[in-house]
């Protein structure tokens, strides 16, 4: 979804360093959220934010923290990065619908490679 | 707590053929249940969701998804299948309230593959 992307979409990096990868929306969504895809895993939550003043770890938080710097944007930072965090990483954007019906909507992906 | 099932990792069907992807859950209460696909290098897009109503949803590119409560189940169909509905596909639950209304759950994906 075009309205939903992530910078950058591809990284290398090696054990130890810091890395940040960042989340932007033109949906005026409230609600933002990173997950992790690892093959046969489906998705795992990491973080999610239902606004700017309003952040909450997620499933497999450890290791990553996140920054809500606007409304539309999500960064996801790992401060030293190890080899099982070589993943696919997605954003999401939300609107907030009252209950659950609310749908999330997926940016294209970061693929993350630690060496 | 929530859970979702996706019994098969892949499922082939020839061109022209009807297609079913297979999703169980297990959730405290009434379902709130989402199909998205996922095409090679593409991130995820939402076909449906079922919420409340009718058992039978129809969403995008022709694909639908009927809802069983008794057999707790979400299967996504397509009465014909096109080459390019290849993708890897995931079933997602939500709880209507609560801890869990929060987070969607996913399925590991089934990979379905149509042959020409």
């Known amino acids: 979804d075009a309205d939903v992307t992530q910078t950058p979409r591809n990284r290398i990096t090696k054990t130890g360093k810091r890395i940040m990868l960042e989340c932007s929306q033109t949906?005026?969504?409230?609600?933002m959220y990173w997950y992790r895809q690892d093959p046969g895993l489906g998705l795992q939550l990491i973080y999610y934010?239902?606004?700017?003043?309003?952040?909450n770890k997620g499933e497999i938080s450890d290791g990553y923290s996140v920054s809500r710097q606007a409304q539309a944007k999500f960064s996801l930072s790992l401060e030293s990065a190890i080899p099982n965090q070589t993943a696919l990483y997605f954003c999401?954007?939300?609107?907030?619908?009252?209950?659950?019906?609310?749908?999330?909507?997926f940016g294209p992906g970061t693929r993350l490679t630690v060496l | 707590a929530q859970s979702v099932a996706q019994p098969e990792d892949q499922v082939n069907v020839a061109e022209g053929n009807p297609l079913t992807v297979k999703c169980t859950y297990s959730?405290?209460?009434?379902?709130?249940l989402f199909w998205y696909v996922q095409y090679p290098n593409r991130g995820l897009q939402f076909l449906l969701k079922?919420?409340?109503?009718?058992?039978l949803v129809k969403g995008s590119y022709g694909f639908e998804a009927e809802f069983n409560k008794s057999q707790t189940s979400f299967h996504l169909k397509k009465p014909s299948a096109l080459v390019s509905d290849s993708a890897l596909y995931f079933c997602?639950?939500?709880?209507?309230?609560?801890?869990?209304?929060?987070?969607?759950?996913f399925g590991k994906g089934t990979k379905l593959s149509v042959i020409p």
């Open positions: 079922y919420i409340t109503g009718d058992n």
């Open positions: 949906k005026g969504h409230d609600r």
């Open positions: 999401a954007t939300s609107e907030g619908l009252a209950g659950a019906t609310d749908t999330q909507y």
């Open positions: 959730v405290s209460g009434n379902p709130y």
């Open positions: 997602a639950v939500r709880e209507p309230y609560g801890a869990g209304s929060y987070q969607l759950t």
């Open positions: 934010s239902f606004d700017v003043k309003d952040i």
